[in-house]
């Protein structure tokens, strides 16, 4: 059950992680209107939920009731994970459909056990009501065996005893679960490889494009980026660009949106070829294109006017402070806050002139978030 559990788990990190935030992964699957809603969660909270019924490894029991219970809650429970598995097969696109299976003996021996016992334990011709079949369950059946009498017109109208061993069926049913779970993620190992590829090409671009096509690029390729800050969408971003010659809080500002893009490309990229080698064979750097080894070589444009402050004040952690300032709740916290950093820099003319700019544009986004950029990296600097 654990193998299953980690395997489902896998599943939906990729599916928060990537499908949810990358158009590139979501286009690899169906990925519909119904679909993008928390459908997909349901199933895969529901699959979870019901591992419990199937691998709880219940002792013997005496009680002819609990054990009839039991194991309608075991076939039962089978049967609507056969259920989920396909539909998630469907929403992955993994080209298996209930016909393929059927072939499956891990599938179609369990689920004609359920059908016989469940789903229609009689059955009759439409019309004349001329029984066909009937399965009923025996009273020597046990917790750890299936007992039941089959009838059918084929057996000479006479019953026949069938006994099945729980642990067979749970066998099954666990090798056909593991091998459909490793057909989804072998499609998501597919789609992480090709994500992370067109990843290495927006990372050659970021330095190289014009920072509007670039933009572009992102909103289709790697649009996680713009929930990064509160500047980082389209428009503001490609504002803050075109002040970037006038000071340098923007310049700043700018520079910061290439690091944290180029780190974020990284990191995702890492986190993606762990995924992969996680549950599958090791991928070779050649198949990757050398992605899982980075050196920053990230440049900064380096006019910055020197910090006056002393080393001493510098050492001084103001991460409370600068953190109640990017809220931006009301202009009296930023009075308040603005002025416990004023007082331990008055001597910096950077940090004073930021804090004046932040004041007079309060309600101004652009204004506020650039100068608060760069007083947080003159104090760290």
């Not at 340098?248 to 990229?269: P, V």
């Not at 109640?324 to 806050?337: G, I, V, W």
Request: net charge positive; proline share 1%; hydrophobic share 35%.
């Amino acid at each position: 059950m654990n193998e299953i559990q980690e395997k489902i788990k896998l599943i939906r990190d990729v599916w928060n992680n990537y499908i949810l935030e990358y158009k590139l992964c979501a286009s690899k699957i169906r990925f519909s209107d119904d679909i993008k809603t928390n459908y997909i969660g349901i199933i895969f909270g529901y699959f979870e939920d019901t591992l419990d019924i199937i691998y709880s490894g219940k002792e013997s029991s005496r009680d002819y009731i609990q054990t009839f219970s039991y194991h309608i809650s075991l076939l039962q429970t089978i049967y609507v994970q056969q259920d989920l598995i396909q539909e998630m097969l469907f929403i992955f696109k993994c080209k298996i459909d209930k016909g393929d299976l059927k072939q499956n003996e891990n599938y179609s021996i369990n689920r004609e056990i359920r059908n016989e016992l469940i789903g229609h334990p009689i059955r009759k011709e439409n019309g004349n009501g001329k029984l066909i079949s009937a399965s009923l369950f025996g009273y020597e059946t046990s917790i750890n065996q299936i007992s039941y009498l089959k009838y059918h017109v084929d057996n000479n109208h006479n019953f026949e005893a069938q006994n099945i061993k729980t642990v067979d069926i749970i066998n099954r049913h666990q090798k056909f679960t593991n091998y459909y779970l490793d057909k989804i993620l072998q499609k998501i190992s597919a789609m992480l490889i090709a994500f992370v590829k067109d990843l290495n090409k927006v990372e050659s671009q970021i330095y190289k494009q014009d920072f509007k096509v670039l933009i572009n690029i992102l909103k289709v390729k790697y649009e996680s980026i713009f929930n990064y800050d509160n500047l980082y969408l389209p428009d503001e971003i490609l504002e803050v660009y075109n002040l970037k010659d006038k000071h340098y809080r923007y310049s700043n500002f700018i520079n910061l949106f290439y690091s944290t893009l180029h780190q974020s490309i990284i990191e995702k990229k890492k986190n993606a070829i762990e995924i992969i080698n996680s549950k599958f064979e090791k991928i070779e750097s050649s198949k990757t294109d050398n992605i899982t080894t980075y050196k920053n070589v990230i440049k900064f444009i380096n006019n910055s006017k020197k910090s006056n402050g002393s080393k001493s004040t510098l050492q001084k952690n103001y991460n409370y402070e600068l953190g109640k300032l990017a809220t931006k709740r009301n202009y009296h916290d930023f009075e308040f806050f603005s002025g416990l950093i004023k007082v331990n820099f008055n001597n910096n003319e950077v940090i004073t002139e930021e804090l004046e700019n932040m004041s007079k544009n309060h309600s101004n986004d652009i204004e506020y978030y650039c100068s608060l950029a760069l007083i947080r990296k003159t104090i760290e600097s």
